[in-house]
């Protein structure tokens, strides 16, 4: 650490490098820390969650309960342990309530007023964070949606994905291609008008939004590679339904994952399978995986709910760095704060653990220890005392 | 509501790139650096090199490369392309070019050749038939090298000739070579190595294991030579040894690498022409250096011919006080590794003793401007002569006291005496004509240049013109007053004859101007007041000519001087001293600047057409006279009531020592200490601990704070702690002395990543981040919820682009020097990666706005260079709300001079919106610049004074 502060300060390395150093030695240190609690609330499983990128401070999540609860991530306690509040809920007591499962909930990128929810009450709601009511609601089969501006993509029960504007409330465009129920959509950070789909098809889709006519291209697991694969198999992107979907932050990459136990990473321009073996990630959810990945790390992770822990990959290494453990029962949903390379899961024990990187603090605990016993022992005070010695030199 | 204004006192002085070639026209051979955000281009002469332009740019600049467009390579210079740095950088930028194609590689790069790795360096090849570009890349099996053709028809890369899977594991360079070799370098850390496809071959010399090489450059165009230099500052020489076959093909035989000697620590190299090569270093100074074909005894081959000052990195600084004037001065901590350094910055202008004689009761000194036959005079002589002519002016006393004006000019001189005008031959000090006032009164003050003698008895003022052999009275004229003080400087190019007088008058106070020689009134200037002018002067400035009047309180009045109707305008005000003012003239590096000598001497000059007042760190001068001579070249006389002195005027001190750091051992790393109420602060890892001292003066901790993630830097005020996270922003704590406890007060939740934080007052926090930007913070003590007071808003953001490493509040500049303060308060200075020394003021409201106001109007009538808009330069990483201020355009507005002013800003045509600035407002704002400008002189101010 000091060498890179070091660097920073002399100029020898770009500032960035300390950054990403920094944020690769949080993530890789992630572990469940007793200063940080969330809030329960949700009294069943919790299948999504969202993180707000405007402040990075509010946490959206959504309960198998139809319950929506947004959480204050900051630490106003003005000490290092602390509980994120729920501070605000739609319960069962709103009207507006979902009446079953919420699948999706996602803040409006631009401005923490507005939120989106969809559930398998086949309604998708656009939501005031203010008031906590509904400002516009669309009938649809059971969605999972990825909002984008102010377009929305939705995909249901139905193969077509229907995108739907947020302004009027209406569905503008349509887009067929699929032939199974759709698992995830996502728009991709780096072009705002391409669009990947799974279904249950077993295949991914790209779209390009602009365009009246089908998708750009569908994912090839074989890379075109006809002898590999049946007929039938011909343009599959897993062997089992495809149920998450994950851009890489700079857009270039798509991670996606299938009931096959694989986690594929595709080049998104060009749609080729980059072969990056994750080995067996076992998946057997039905519904919608939401999985993440790092930011500003170097090289990125991918973080993905595999039973009750999550396994923390490296994004082109494939390797298998850790497994999180901590829930007590299948996790469902994960969201990575990038500010501070924070992990949020969610799962069915009805819990959001947060998972926070250590400190660097070696001799810090003795010391706490040590004035919690009225710091009589001051005169070998642990600062003194040992034989580290920093690289300073 | 704080704002606060943030100006550059040092622009960037470290080295990022440079190129050579032939950019202003085809005959010119260029030197372009490139510092920072600033590009300067130099022609490259005999004499060393010439400095022509400075441009800044609203980007930093990653790369730079020369190319010459095809389509005007017949007449057009080579023009320049700048690739600009965003401030988040994913990938290292590349650039670079062969032909009219140029390749800028990024992330696009990465794309178009699906590669999940790290591209290290790219060139193109030398000798394909395609374009070939020829990089090394990073994946997780190692390195490999290899080559992709440009298909210019489908804008795409195809598969190219060769290329070399797992070279070296540090291979971090790749040099293009050109015909009749072709193929390409490697350089890593251990060894270099050849590639042509058919070709390979590697040395690995034991020299180059030392360091890392990191810079090279091409001495040949035939490419069998190149330089190369490394992380210690040593140079080499690549050779490349040719063996011709039979078939008449010419081959590479062999590799070999030769130690040429050491220099600064390079950043870049460039081979100027006739053995001489420019080392751009961004962690030393950088240097002009000589290669020589023999070796010294030292075994070096290399010659330092020039230095140019970097203050960058600067680590650490702080303002000290030493010589007590209630001025202060910079001391950095400069450089890194061998070229770390303590260097000594001083506002003004630092003068050098290089001798002094004791001479109680120094009326005056002497002009000694030597003709050239002269100007050999050894030391001693000129010395004597000083004191010869001083002594003899103190013995003269008793009888005639002299006016000490003494012209010399082919070997004879003018001596004015009180009572008469003496001409006499220089060698046998001869008499050869004399001038008495006909009653014989004696005479109260006089001036004369090389030709022409004006000297007042009382109210009646004598031309005399000073012809050979012979003084000639041409008139004379009766004033209203009494004359006080004159001056005939020649301005323009009168050559040496001037054909205005100004005059001080008594009683009236006022400044005058006549025509010579028929002494008609051109132009009067009442002064105002009761102190009478003591001296005035009249001199060029960068074209521009001014009137300056000192009084005896130590005011000094300037005006713009029109010489060919005597007219004087913009009419300004300065306080230089409490005591009589004596004006003088003296050049240096061929720029006119004014010596002020009085109990705070001062030295005036021209910066951008606004003229600057710097200090001199001497006491007291009584009177100064420039001496040019073999011994003392380009030095001053400096004389006051006991002591002669002889100085020159000197550069940034600059003090050779190593830094080194204090170690003491902790648990953990101390990232920060400081003194806190008698007790230590300090900042290990996440926590903030507070030491207090035992009766035994042993260290006991008294409180801790740990909620951070690592606190890396502190400042204090009163019990108020400032904490600098890592990542995490700043924090506030409070000390509660009766608890013995820390309270966090408020806390900026943005995820800033800090580099430098800062107590700007009670209420406002000054930091700056990873990504190059400073922002304010503000405490609201005011706010109704204990969330709100927990906030910390950031209410100010300001993209500098330049890396801040220290704050330190001070300031260099005297106060109240101007005659009305600067609309503005307090002052912190701070300290960058790049040498840049710049400063932070705060500013009230009303000025913000106007200031803001004539910035967004500015950004429409400045054309930026590159078409670089102004308002990309400060988009923040972040998407963020908030009053930002950018005052950066102020000063090239400033730049532009008066009409330059006038024109753009008030042309309606240009500016259709534009404010009307009163001259009230220019005026202030000049003078808030002048802080600006006052301070650049510090760094040496190689433009500006030297």
């Not at chain 1, 075109?224 to 998450?244: C, F, L, M, P």
């Not at chain 2, 001056?487 to 001037?498: K, R, V």
């Amino acid at each position: 650490m000091l060498s890179f502060l070091y660097a920073r300060q002399s100029g020898l390395d770009d500032p960035v490098r300390l950054r990403r150093a920094e944020s690769t030695r949080r993530v890789l240190s992630l572990e469940l820390n007793h200063n940080r609690d969330v809030d329960r609330i949700h009294g069943n499983g919790i299948n999504t969650l969202d993180i707000e990128v405007i402040d990075g401070r509010y946490m959206l999540s959504g309960g198998s309960d139809g319950i929506i609860v947004i959480y204050d991530l900051e630490n106003n306690s003005k000490k290092p342990q602390y509980t994120c509040k729920a501070i605000c809920t739609v319960g069962r007591s709103s009207r507006h309530v979902h009446k079953f499962s919420v699948e999706t909930v996602q803040w409006y990128p631009h401005d923490t007023g507005m939120f989106v929810s969809s559930s398998s009450d086949k309604t998708m709601k656009v939501w005031d964070t203010e008031t906590l009511k509904v400002v516009s609601e669309l009938l649809c089969y059971s969605s999972h949606s990825a909002l984008l501006c102010s377009v929305l993509a939705v995909g249901t029960k139905d193969p077509k994905v229907q995108l739907c504007d947020l302004k009027s409330g209406s569905r503008i465009h349509i887009l067929q291609g699929h032939r199974g129920e759709i698992l995830s959509v996502r728009w991709s950070p780096r072009y705002d008008h391409i669009l990947a789909t799974a279904s249950t098809d077993i295949r991914v889709r790209i779209w390009d939004v602009r365009r009246a006519s089908g998708s750009l291209f569908t994912l090839d697991q074989h890379n075109g590679d006809k002898s590999k694969a049946s007929s039938e198999a011909v343009n599959t992107a897993h062997n089992g339904r495809v149920n998450g979907l994950c851009f890489t932050a700079d857009g270039l990459h798509l991670l996606t994952t299938g009931t096959d136990d694989r986690m594929r990473l595709w080049n998104s321009g060009t749609g080729e399978n980059t072969l990056v073996n994750y080995g067996k990630v076992v998946n057997e959810s039905c519904k919608g995986l939401k999985f993440t990945v790092s930011r500003g790390c170097s090289p990125e992770f991918v973080f993905v709910p595999c039973g009750s822990s999550v396994a923390v990959y490296g994004l082109h290494s494939g390797e298998l760095i850790t497994m999180l453990r901590g829930h007590y029962n299948n996790v469902d949903c994960c969201e990575f704060h990038p500010d501070y390379q924070e992990l949020y899961s969610g799962g069915k024990d009805c819990n959001i653990l947060a998972w926070v990187p250590v400190l660097r603090q070696p001799g810090i605990e003795d010391d706490e220890t040590n004035s919690k016993r009225g710091g009589t022992q001051a005169a070998i005070n642990p600062a003194f005392e040992d034989a580290w010695s920093s690289d300073v030199d | 509501m704080s704002y606060n204004y943030v100006v550059t006192a040092q622009k960037p002085t470290a080295v990022n790139a440079c190129v050579t070639g032939h950019f202003t026209s085809a005959e010119d051979l260029n030197l372009l650096i490139a510092k920072n955000t600033r590009l300067e281009i130099y022609v490259v002469t005999a004499e060393g090199l010439r400095p022509v332009k400075e441009v800044g740019l609203y980007g930093k600049i990653a790369v730079m490369e020369l190319f010459r467009p095809k389509v005007c390579v017949r007449t057009h210079p080579e023009e320049l392309s700048l690739k600009q740095a965003s401030s988040v950088r994913k990938y290292r930028l590349g650039l670079t070019r062969v032909g009219d194609l140029l390749l800028i590689t990024g992330a696009a790069l990465l794309t178009r050749c699906a590669l999940n790795s790290q591209v290290i360096d790219v060139q193109f090849l030398y000798g394909c038939q395609a374009p070939t570009v020829c990089f090394i890349y990073q994946d997780p099996q190692g390195r490999h090298v290899k080559t992709y053709e440009v298909s210019l028809r489908e804008k795409e890369f195809n598969k190219g000739p060769w290329k070399q899977e797992n070279v070296e594991a540090e291979a971090s360079m790749v040099i293009p070579v050109p015909e009749p070799f072709g193929g390409a370098i490697i350089i890593g850390q251990e060894s270099i190595t050849y590639h042509n496809g058919d070709k390979y071959l590697a040395i690995a010399p034991p020299t180059i294991k030392q360091s890392t090489i990191v810079c090279h450059n091409r001495v040949d165009p035939n490419g069998s030579r190149y330089l190369l230099g490394d992380m210690e500052g040593r140079l080499f020489m690549l050779l490349l040894e040719k063996e011709e076959l039979m078939d008449g093909a010419v081959v590479l035989k062999d590799l070999h690498v030769e130690l040429l000697g050491e220099t600064s620590i390079a950043e870049c190299l460039t081979y100027l022409d006739n053995g001489v090569v420019f080392v751009g270093s961004r962690l030393g100074d950088s240097q002009l250096v000589k290669l020589n074909v023999d070796s010294n005894d030292q075994g070096s081959y290399v010659a330092v011919m020039e230095t140019f000052t970097n203050l960058g990195p600067i680590v650490d600084m702080c303002v000290v006080d030493l010589e007590r004037q209630g001025q202060g001065q910079l001391v950095t901590c400069s450089g890194a590794f061998k070229e770390g350094s303590l260097r000594i910055i001083r506002n003004g202008i630092g003068i050098h003793e290089h001798a002094s004689i004791d001479l109680p009761g120094i009326k005056g000194a002497v002009k000694c401007s030597s003709s050239s036959s002269r100007s050999t005079a050894s030391v001693l002589e000129l010395s004597r002569l000083v004191k010869h002519t001083a002594v003899s002016f103190t013995t003269h006393t008793h009888t005639t006291e002299p006016y000490c004006t003494v012209v010399v000019f082919t070997c004879v001189c003018v001596q004015i005496t009180s009572v008469s005008v003496r001409l006499v031959t220089q060698d046998s000090k001869a008499l050869v004509s004399e001038w008495k006032e006909p009653q014989g009164k004696n005479i109260s003050v006089a001036s004369c240049n090389s030709t022409q003698v004006v000297l007042a008895v009382g109210r009646v003022l004598y031309y005399l013109q000073i012809l050979t052999g012979e003084l000639k009275q041409i008139s004379s004229t009766e004033m209203e007053h009494e004359v006080a003080c004159l001056d005939i400087t020649p301005l323009g190019e009168s050559a040496g004859e001037s054909s205005i007088c100004a005059v001080g008058l008594w009683t009236d106070i006022s400044a005058r101007l006549l025509k010579l020689p028929c002494f008609s009134p051109l132009h009067k200037e009442m002064l105002g007041g009761e102190i009478i002018p003591r001296s005035i002067l009249m001199t060029t400035f960068e074209g521009s000519h001014y009137l300056l009047c000192a009084l005896g309180d130590g005011a000094l009045f300037y005006f713009g001087l029109d010489i060919q109707t005597g007219v004087l305008s913009e009419r300004k005000k300065v306080t230089l001293g409490t005591q009589p003012t004596v004006l003088r003239t003296f050049r240096s590096l061929s720029t006119s600047n004014v010596f002020a000598c009085s109990d705070r001497p001062t030295v005036i000059y021209s910066s951008n057409h606004k003229l600057v007042f710097s200090n001199v760190n001497l006491k007291e001068v009584n009177y100064m006279c420039p001496l040019n001579s073999e011994g003392y070249p380009d030095s001053l006389a400096l004389a006051n009531n006991s002591t002669l002195t002889i100085g020159t005027i000197d550069e940034i001190q600059k003090l050779h020592i190593r830094t080194t750091v204090a170690e003491k051992e902790v648990k953990g790393a101390v990232y920060s200490m400081v003194e806190f109420n008698g007790k230590l602060l300090a900042s290990i890892n996440s926590t903030v601990r507070l030491y207090e001292w035992t009766a035994e003066k042993e260290l006991r901790t008294e409180c801790n704070h740990y909620n951070n993630i690592m606190a890396l830097y502190l400042k204090t005020k009163g019990d108020f702690i400032l904490v600098g996270d890592l990542m995490r922003s700043v924090l506030l704590l409070a000390y509660k002395p009766m608890e013995g406890s820390f309270e966090e007060i408020a806390r900026d939740f943005n995820p800033n990543w800090m580099s430098a934080v800062e107590i700007l007052d009670d209420d406002n926090f000054l930091g700056a981040e990873n990504a190059f930007n400073l922002f304010v913070c503000q405490k609201d003590s005011a706010a109704t919820t204990d969330e709100e007071r927990q906030h910390l808003q950031e209410v100010g953001l300001f993209h500098l682009g330049e890396f801040v490493n220290v704050f330190s509040h001070g300031s260099l500049v005297l106060q109240n020097l101007g005659e009305s303060s600067t609309p503005t308060q307090g002052s912190v200075l701070f300290g960058t990666v790049n040498g840049m020394i710049g400063l932070v003021t705060s500013l009230s409201e009303s000025w913000y706005s106007l200031l803001l106001d004539l910035q967004n109007r500015l950004n429409k009538v400045i054309k930026s260079v590159g078409k670089i808009e102004h308002s990309l330069y400060p988009s923040f990483s972040l998407m963020r709300s908030g009053s930002s201020l950018k005052i950066k355009l102020i000063h090239s507005f400033l730049t532009l001079g008066s009409e330059g002013r006038q024109s753009k800003l008030f042309f309606p045509s240009l500016a259709p919106h534009c404010v009307l600035l009163s001259s009230e407002h220019l005026y202030l704002l000049v003078s808030l610049s002048l802080k600006h400008y006052i301070c650049k002189s510090v760094g040496g101010a190689k433009p500006a004074v030297m």
